[in-house]
């Protein structure tokens, strides 16, 4: 959670509006019923659940979106290897670098 919030608030310093967290698959589906979005940002491994269901949402209706972990690529289910993957821990930096190169907006 302190990770969430300090993301959250690197997010809101660069001028993005956070939408979340959710604490779970299914608030994280509800919300993406209920709420226009731009992009997402999604932790892989949730507990004992994975994103992979957010994931496969968000890819059906065309939201970019990013995959944290602290696994590699090669750990992934095979249609999320492709996907903007930041190895944990995530720097500001680098954050904001991916969310850039999803949205195609200049820095």
């Not at 095979?78 to 996907?83: Q, T, V």
């Amino acid at each position: 959670m302190i990770i969430s919030m300090m993301l959250e608030c690197e997010l809101n310093d660069s001028g993005c509006e956070v939408i979340g967290p959710t604490p779970s698959v299914e608030a994280a589906l509800r919300l993406i019923d209920e709420e226009r979005l731009d992009c997402a940002l999604l932790d892989y491994q949730l507990g004992d659940e994975t994103s992979g269901r957010i994931a496969s949402v968000l890819a059906e209706r065309n939201i970019p979106f990013l995959l944290m972990t602290g696994h590699c690529a090669g750990d992934l289910p095979l249609e999320l290897r492709d996907k903007t993957l930041l190895r944990k821990p995530v720097t500001g930096k680098a954050l904001r670098a991916a969310l850039e190169a999803i949205l195609n907006i200049a820095a």
